[in-house]
Antibody, heavy 122, light 108 residues
Framework: EVQLVESGGGLVKPGGSLRLSCAASGFTFSTHTMNWVRQAPGKGLEWVSSINSYSYSIYYADSVKGRFTISRDNAQNSLSLQMNSLRAEDTAVYYC???????????????WGQGTLVTVSS | QSVLTQPPSASGTPGQRVTISCSGSSSNIGYNSVNWYQQLPGTAPKLLIYANTQRPSGVPDRFSGSKSGTSASLAISGLQSGDEADYYCAAWDDGFWVFGGGTKLTVL
C-alpha cells in the first residue's frame, strides 16, 4: 500500500525558511515522479513542483520559482521541499503526491499524503 | 484565477446523475489527458479518474470521465450523500500541472 507521510510544517515568519520532507513506502520510490501540491486555507489545489525519478527533470510553478527547491533521495525513499523567502501567500497545506502509472505510462499526480500545514505569519 | 474552468457549485438529489465540467485550452486539455480528484471535507484529495476515463482500483463505476476537444466532464450516477465533496480537474500544460478551481457538490 502506498504511504506518503509529510513532515516539517509549522509557523514561520515572512522571509524565513522551512524544509518539508515526505517519507515514502509501499512502492518503488526510485522509479516514480513525485510532486508537491498545496492548498491555501479555504482555497483550491495549486501544483507547486515536480521531480522525475532521477532528478534530471524538475519543474516549478511560477509562484515559487527561485524560492523553492525540490529534491529527492532515492536511497532513503524521501522527497524534500526547501522553501526560502517565504511569504504570507505561501500559507497552505502542502501535499506530497506520487504519480499514477499503469504499465509504462504515467498520468501525473495520483496518490496523496495527508499533508503538512505551513503558516507564514509575523 | 485557475487555468482550468469549473463551475463553483453543483447539486443533485440522491439517486440522480450529475455532471461537472472542466474547460481548458489546446495547451492543456486539448493536448493532454485529464485527471479528476475528490476531496471529502477535512481530508486529502483522492484520485477519482485518470487518463480521461480510467478509474483507479476501488473507485466505484458510478464515477465516469470523458473528454472532448478542450473540455472534460466528470459524471456521477446514483448520487449518494457520501459524494458530497469538492471535485477538481487537472491536466499537464507544457511544463506544469494546472488545476481547476474546484466544484463543490451538494447532495440535497
Amino acid at each position: 500500500e502506498v504511504q506518503l507521510v509529510e513532515s516539517g510544517g509549522g509557523l514561520v515568519k515572512p522571509g524565513g525558511s522551512l524544509r518539508l520532507s515526505c517519507a515514502a513506502s509501499g512502492f518503488t520510490f526510485s522509479t516514480h515522479t513525485m510532486n508537491w501540491v498545496r492548498q491555501a486555507p479555504g482555497k483550491g489545489l495549486e501544483w507547486v513542483s515536480s521531480i522525475n525519478s532521477y532528478s534530471y527533470s524538475i519543474y516549478y510553478a511560477d509562484s515559487v520559482k527561485g524560492r523553492f527547491t525540490i529534491s529527492r533521495d532515492n536511497a532513503q525513499n524521501s522527497l524534500s521541499l526547501q522553501m526560502n523567502s517565504l511569504r504570507a501567500e505561501d500559507t497552505a497545506v502542502y501535499y506530497c503526491v506520487k504519480e499514477i502509472c499503469t504499465g509504462s505510462w504515467c498520468y501525473g499526480p495520483g496518490y496523496w499524503g495527508q499533508g503538512t500545514l505551513v503558516t507564514v505569519s509575523s | 484565477q485557475s487555468v482550468l474552468t469549473q463551475p463553483p457549485s453543483a447539486s443533485g438529489t440522491p439517486g440522480q446523475r450529475v455532471t461537472i465540467s472542466c474547460s481548458g485550452s489546446s495547451s492543456n486539455i486539448g493536448y493532454n489527458s485529464v485527471n479528476w480528484y475528490q476531496q471529502l471535507p477535512g481530508t486529502a484529495p483522492k484520485l477519482l479518474i485518470y487518463a480521461n476515463t480510467q478509474r483507479p482500483s476501488g473507485v466505484p463505476d458510478r464515477f465516469s470521465g470523458s473528454k472532448s476537444g478542450t473540455s472534460a466532464s466528470l459524471a456521477i450516477s446514483g448520487l449518494q450523500s457520501g459524494d458530497e465533496a469538492d471535485y477538481y480537474c487537472a491536466a499537464w500544460d507544457d511544463g506544469f500541472w494546472v488545476f481547476g478551481g474546484g466544484t463543490k457538490l451538494t447532495v440535497l
